[in-house]
């Protein structure tokens, strides 16, 4: 995203419970905002998903692409 937009992005590593705080506060039920929590922080973190499969071909009869090459087509999107 840095690249497509030209811009610094910093990572801040947020806790589990301020991100459930702060999604309740924006008004997310605070039952949703821990089971996405959850899911986040015990899957994503640990790789769950992170496997290259044929599923988005077989769905959207496109090949998959990386994510610098849709975050490129998107910025020029959104720019344009």
Known sequence: IASAS??????VDVSVAEW??????????EDYAGLLAMLLDEGVRVGD????????????????RGLDEYVAEAWGRLVA
């Open 20 to 29: 459930v705080a702060r999604e309740v506060a924006g008004g997310m039920p």
């Open 49 to 64: 998903g992170a496997s290259v499969t044929h599923d988005v071909e077989r769905v959207t009869g496109h090949a998959p």
């Open 6 to 11: 030209g811009r610094r992005i910093a990572y």
